[in-house]
């Protein structure tokens, strides 16, 4: 059974950065791609960022870039998420997720595996 665990999380004030993390879990035979997604209170869940599964192509959403890093750790399907100059509207959940897959996958419907989250806030 794949089981995804977040940790990182927490209170920062705007401009400060936060490291997510995710991983390792699963088979370590097989590779997934894994992404970043976000929900904020009233609102849909929302991609934030994408890593293929070698490690070798990244995906950002328009709103982070820039100012957000996904990378692969070096422990098989581990994934980190370095986020600087955070904002106000960057507070949500954040979710970790794996897809079986070995491309950049952005499409949230074609993640197979979510975990519970984890909670960043951002004070202005």
Not at 9 to 29: D, I, M, N, R, Y
Not at 63 to 85: D, P
Request: some cysteine.
């Amino acid at each position: 059974q794949v089981q995804l665990l977040e940790s990182g999380g927490g209170l920062v004030q705007a401009g400060g950065s936060l490291k997510l993390s995710c991983g390792p879990f699963g088979h370590t035979s097989t590779s997934y791609a894994m992404g970043w997604f976000r929900q904020a209170p009233g609102k849909e869940r929302e991609f934030v960022a994408a890593i293929n599964w070698s490690g070798t192509m990244t995906h950002y959403a328009d709103s982070v870039k820039g100012r957000f890093t996904i990378s692969r750790g070096n422990a098989e399907n581990t994934v980190f998420l370095q986020m600087n100059s955070l904002k106000p509207e960057d507070t949500a959940v954040y979710y970790c997720a794996a897809a079986y897959s070995r491309l950049v996958v952005a499409d949230i419907l074609q993640y197979d595996y979510w975990g519970q989250g984890t909670q960043v806030t951002v004070s202005s």
